[in-house]
Every structure is written in C-alpha cells, then in structure tokens.
C-alpha cells in the first residue's frame, strides 16, 4: 500500500507544479453532487486521481465499536463486516449506485434517514488521515473517543467533497444494530404531519426515521423489543397500520438510495430547515425527513432562461424559514449547487482551503 501512497503523492505534487486541478474519485457514485464538472476546470483540464486500489480494512475491535478503513474500501463491504458482528453506520449512508467507498461517504457527507435520530456522518468521525496539497500526510484525531475532544480538523472532512485534500484512511464510530423495527403508516396532510412530528420528537418514542410523501406519513421504530411494541400500540391507537417487515425494509432502503420513483425525473432540490418550521409553499412536488428538518423539492427540469429566478426564488424562501437549499440533481446547475454561504463563513472556508490546499489544485468549483 506505501506503493500506492507515493503514487498519490507524485500525483499531487505533479499537479502542484503544473496548476493542473485534480478531481478526487473513488466510486464515482456521487459524481454528479456538487456543481457541474465545467466548474472544476482552470486553465488546464482536471486530472482524474482514481483512489479506488487503496482498499481494505485497517483496523476492527468490534467490542471497541471503532472500524478503521483504507478510503477505496467499498462501503458494501465495511457494511457487510459490521453487519456479520451485529453492527452498523448509525448514520445509514446512502449509496446511490454501485461502487460507493468510505472515503466518499466521507467526503459527501450525506446520511440517510436515521440521521435525525443518530446523527450526522460528522458526529461518528473519530479521526482520518489526509495528504494535503504538499504531498505531506497529515493524521487529525485518532481511534477513542476521548482523542476526539474539542476542536477536530478530522471533522471538517466531512462534507469537503475532496476540496482540503486526499482522505486516505477515516476511522468511524459504529453502533450496535436495532434489537428490534418496525414501521407504521398513517394517513395525514403535510401540516397535520409536520405538528405531529415534531410533537414525537419531544417525547420518548424509538422513533428512527420518518418520511412524509403524497398524504401519507411512514414512521419507522427501532430499539429494544419493549419499547417499538409499545409504540406500536400507541401509535397504532392513533391510526398508523403496521408494514409487513419486508415491505418496510424495501420502502426505507429505496429512500436512503433514492431508487424510489419521486426522486426520478425533474430537478431535485434538498432543503435543510429547522424541523418546526412551517410548510413552504414552492412551486414542485415535496418529501419530507428527518422529522421535518429535510425537505425535497422535485420542480421541472426545462426551466431554461427561468432556471435562475426559479433558483433564486427558492433560496428566498427557504432562508426566510430559517434554513438553506442545495441543487442537489440537475442538469444545468449554472445556478450553483451550494447555498451562498455568509461572509464570515465564506471567509473561513477561504482560509481552511488556502492552508491545505495552496496551490487550489484539490476539486477547484466543486463546491
């Protein structure tokens, strides 16, 4: 594996002195996210640096709830390991297509429904490996917790979609798998849904995920054996009809991966809002996560001249309920995929890239 370290290296210092931008790829199961492949081109065309040979698992003490892995390992193995040991990404990273590895997992930072409940990818990062634009390993946390205490750059590769440096290896937190599941549907429209959400959020329910679509509410139940039969009880008291286990599984599994038939077709907005908030009323059909805090928007992919003002009208609103909207899948994205982020914010980002990245040869646009 050293072999393939030095590889990257004279990868990386090759582009550093040629300013060729280098787009990082793993899987490539998450190539289209970000904006449009155009953006990452300078005055050279963008170098591909394939991670897909730096494979295999580090470093496993399932009793220490810690997976280490190499950043090409491909997430349906390191799924499969912990699964074989009771085990799982808490987070439930979608996959989107074959291929996905950890290191994109990380990079993206996307989670799939249990994020509410479980938290982010961030929360599990315990701590990573990156070679930076000088060619120089860096190595942030470590495999305890109590390394991780404070301030963590390891964190901030989360989400950095290549833009800070190569992330060679990452070590997660995992968790045990749910004793038990089970998930419920109910009947309701987006308001009622939205009250009645955030009403079980404040309560002590082993609610795992949630997904509003079309009228109806599917709830999902995870932890000890006791506690889902007693929220099934409850919750179907109050109208919810229990989905048969397998049904259930395909329903949950279909939106992680977004191999539903909503997500097919049109422009896919993701807006992040705080989970009390309101309904937005936007032009385009709507699904609803994360207990209220996620909302797709699905609007008309021929926009043409309009796209823009259609973009701009929906940032508008989304920031006027106190959150931000991503373009998440489209054709045209000369709107910019990313939220503008604030100045301040803007201003650190500029500085965290400028410190790993100097020559800005790491997914140049991509975010």
Not at 184 to 204: C, H, K, V, Y
Not at 224 to 234: G, N, Q, Y
Request: charged share 20%; with cysteine; hydrophobic share 45%.
């Amino acid at each position: 594996m050293q072999a393939i370290i030095e590889d990257f290296r004279r990868q990386i210092l090759a582009a550093t002195e040629t300013g060729t931008p280098l787009r990082l790829r793993g899987g490539g199961s998450k190539d289209w996210y970000g904006n449009a492949p155009a953006a990452l081109s300078g005055t050279l065309p963008a170098t591909l640096l394939d991670t897909g040979a730096y494979t295999g698992v580090v470093d496993y003490e399932p009793t220490e709830l810690v997976i280490t892995a190499r950043c090409g390992t491909p997430l349906a193995q390191i799924e499969a390991l912990l699964a074989a040991n009771g085990q799982m990404l808490a987070f439930e990273p979608p996959r989107y297509a074959e291929g996905s590895t950890i290191g994109g997992v990380v990079a993206s930072g996307l989670a799939g429904p249990r994020r509410a409940s479980a938290g982010g990818v961030r929360d599990f990062v315990l701590g990573a490996k990156l070679m930076d634009g000088r060619g120089e390993v860096l190595k942030f946390g470590g495999q305890v917790m109590k390394n991780v205490a404070g301030y963590d750059v390891s964190r901030l590769l989360a989400g950095s979609m290549g833009t800070l440096g190569l992330v060679l290896e990452v070590s997660l937190k995992v968790l045990p798998l749910p004793v038990c599941e089970a998930s419920l549907r109910f009947g309701m429209s987006e308001i009622d849904a939205l009250r009645r959400l955030n009403e079980w959020a404040g309560q002590p329910l082993p609610v795992s995920a949630s997904c509003w679509h079309q009228g109806v509410l599917t709830l999902r139940l995870s932890g000890a054996e006791a506690a889902v039969r007693a929220a099934l009880l409850r919750f179907g008291a109050a109208g919810g009809a229990r989905l048969d286990d397998g049904e259930a599984a395909a329903f949950w599994t279909g939106l992680r991966d977004q191999t539903q038939g909503y997500f097919s077709g049109g422009a896919l907005w993701r807006l992040s809002v705080p989970s009390a908030a309101s309904a937005i009323i936007l032009k385009g059909e709507q699904l609803i996560e994360w207990g209220g805090a996620l909302r797709w928007l699905k609007v008309d992919a021929d926009a043409g001249p309009d796209a823009g003002a259609i973009a701009e009208g929906i940032r508008r609103s989304v920031a006027a309920a106190g959150g931000h909207a991503t373009l998440f899948r489209a054709e045209d994205k000369r709107c910019g995929a990313f939220h503008p982020l604030p100045p301040a914010v803007a201003t650190i980002n500029r500085r965290l890239k400028q410190a790993f990245d100097p020559a800005g040869i790491f997914d140049p646009g991509r975010l």
